[in-house]
C-alpha cells in the first residue's frame, strides 16, 4: 500500500483524464524531471571527464584492472553509504535534501578536477571520486522517492519511461559532452581538469531548480522511525531489505536486476578492453575514446526506445511477463551479437541490451514506487541503487581477473548470456504473489 500526499491525488484527477501526454504539463513533474536531467548531465561530464583521464590519457596506463578500479570509483560510493542516507530520505525534507547535496558535490568535483591537473594517481584521487558519486546517488534516490508525489499511481510506468530513460540519455549526453570537449581542450591532465570540471554546471542549475518546490512537497509525508538520527540511519540498510523482501513483485525484480547487473558489467568491462586494446578503426566505425562515443551514443538509442516500448509492453503483457521476456531477450543478444566481437556487432548489441535492461529496471521502478508504502520508499530505493552498482562493481571486478588485455574472452560473454536465461525463471518462481491494489500497471 501506498501512502501518497494530497497533492499527488489531485495530479491524480487530471492525469487520469489526460493521460501520459499531459505529465509534462504537471508543474511539480517538469520541475523534477528538469532538475534530474541538470544533475544526470552533470554525472555523465564527471565520469567520462574522470573516465578518460584515467583510461584514455596517454600519459597514464590502463590494464584490466585499472579500468575496473575506475568503473568501481564511479559506482560503488554510493552502493556503500547508500543504505544508511536511505534512512535520511525518510526522515528529512527530500526538497532540502536535493539542494544542499546538488550543492555539496560541487566542492569535490573541484577537487577531483585539480588533483586530475596536477597528475595525482591512487587514493586521493579516488577518494574525491568517491565523494562525489556518493552524492550523486544520494540525490538520485531522493528524485525516485519524490516522484509518487507528483505523478498519479496510474501513471509511474510512463513517468519513470520518461524519468529514468531520459535521465540516463542525458547523462550519455553528458559524456558525449565531455568526449568533445576533450577533443577540443586535449586529452592529457590539464584537458581533462577543465572537462572534468565543467561537471559542477550541472549540481548548481539542479540545486536552483530544487528551490522551486515547496517544503515537504516531495514527502516524506509520515515518519515511522526513531527519534534518534543516528539509530535511523544506522537501521536504513534492514529496513529497506526487510520491506522489500515482504513483498514478492520487489524481490523478484532485484533478482532480475542483479542478473542484470551482473551481466552488463562483464559486458561492459569486455567490450572497453576491445575497443582500447583491440579494434582498429575503419570507415564510421573508429576504435578508442571514439569509438566508445559510438558505444554510448548507440546504449543511448537503446535508452529511448525502452522508454517508448516500457508503457505498451507493461500494458500489453503486465510487469512480471515483461520483465522475464527483457530478460530472455538481452541474453539471446549478447549469444548472436555480443559473442562474434565485431565493431558492429559491439554497436547493436549495447543498443538492444541496454533496451532491454533499461525495461527491466523501468518495471521495477513503478514496482517499488507503486507497492512500497511512502515511508519506507527511500530506504527501498538507496537498497535499490546498492544492488544496481554492487552487482555491477562485483561482476566487473570478477572479470577483470579473468579477461585478457585485448577484451576476447567468448567464455565471460557466454557466462553473461546464461545469467540473464536463469534470472526469467527465478523471477516467475518468486513473483507469485496476487496483483497490488495499488499497482502502476498491472503485475500480471
Known amino acids: 500500500m501506498v501512502v501518497t500526499s494530497s497533492q499527488t491525488m489531485v495530479c491524480s484527477s487530471v492525469a487520469d483524464r489526460l493521460g501520459m501526454r499531459r505529465l509534462l504539463g504537471t508543474r511539480g513533474f517538469a520541475r523534477l524531471l528538469a532538475s534530474r536531467f541538470a544533475a544526470q548531465w552533470g554525472d555523465g561530464v564527471f565520469q567520462a571527464g574522470l573516465g578518460g583521464a584515467v583510461l584514455f590519457n596517454p600519459e597514464r596506463q590502463a590494464n584490466p584492472m585499472a579500468v575496473a578500479a575506475g568503473l568501481a570509483v564511479l559506482l560503488l560510493p554510493y552502493s556503500l553509504v547508500g543504505p544508511f542516507a536511505g534512512a535520511l530520505l525518510d526522515r528529512w525534507d527530500r526538497r532540502r535534501i ?42 538520485l534516490a531522493g528524485l525516485s522517492a519524490g516522484l509518487p508525489h507528483v505523478v498519479a499511481p496510474r501513471h509511474l510506468v510512463e513517468a519513470n519511461a520518461l524519468a529514468a530513460t531520459v535521465g540516463s540519455a542525458f547523462t550519455v549526453l553528458g559524456g558525449v559532452c565531455a568526449i568533445g570537449l576533450r577533443g577540443l581542450i586535449g586529452s592529457g591532465n590539464t584537458g581533462s581538469a577543465w572537462v572534468t570540471a565543467v ?13 522551486g518546490f515547496h517544503r515537504r512537497q516531495l514527502g516524506p509525508d509520515s515518519v515511522d522511525e526513531p527519534a534518534e538520527a543516528t539509530r535511523a540511519v544506522a537501521n536504513g540498510l534492514r529496513d529497506g531489505l526487510a520491506a522489500a523482501a515482504r513483498v514478492p513483485s520487489v524481490a523478484a525484480g532485484l533478482v532480475a536486476l542483479v542478473a542484470h547487473r551482473l551481466s552488463f558489467g562483464i559486458a561492459t568491462l569486455v567490450a572497453l578492453l576491445l575497443y582500447r ?5 575503419h570507415g564510421l566505425f573508429r576504435s578508442g575514446l571514439t569509438g566508445v562515443c559510438e558505444l554510448l551514443a548507440a546504449g543511448a538509442a537503446g535508452l529511448l526506445l525502452a522508454a517508448v516500448l516500457s508503457p505498451l509492453l507493461v500494458a500489453r503483457f503486465g510487469r512480471r511477463r515483461t520483465v522475464r521476456g527483457a530478460l530472455l531477450v538481452a541474453g539471446m543478444v549478447i549469444i548472436t551479437l555480443g559473442l562474434p566481437m565485431f565493431m558492429s556487432t559491439m554497436l547493436a548489441a549495447a543498443f538492444a541490451l541496454s ?90
Open 98 to 139: 536535493l539542494i544542499v547535496a546538488n550543492l555539496l558535490r560541487g566542492l569535490p568535483i573541484v577537487l577531483v578536477a585539480l588533483a586530475v591537473g596536477f597528475g595525482v594517481a591512487g587514493v586521493p584521487l579516488y577518494l574525491g571520486a568517491l565523494l562525489v558519486t556518493g552524492l550523486s546517488r544520494f540525490v
Open 199 to 211: 561537471a559542477i554546471a550541472g549540481s548548481l542549475v539542479a540545486a536552483v531548480l530544487a528551490t
Open 277 to 281: 586494446n583491440s579494434f582498429t578503426s
Open 355 to 444: 533496451t532491454a535492461g533499461q525495461v527491466v529496471k523501468l518495471s521495477l521502478d513503478a514496482t517499488v514506487q507503486a507497492d512500497i508504502a511512502d515511508d519506507v520508499r527511500g530506504r527501498v530505493f538507496a537498497l535499490y541503487d546498492t544492488v544496481f552498482n554492487v552487482g555491477y562493481v562485483l561482476a566487473v571486478a570478477l572479470a577483470a581477473t579473468l579477461v585478457p588485455p585485448n577484451g576476447h574472452a567468448p567464455a565471460l560473454l557466454l557466462l553473461a548470456a546464461a545469467a540473464y536465461i536463469i534470472a526469467a525463471p527465478l523471477h516467475a518462481l518468486i513473483d507469485h504473489s496476487p496483483t497490488p491494489t495499488h499497482s502502476a500497471g498491472s503485475a500480471e
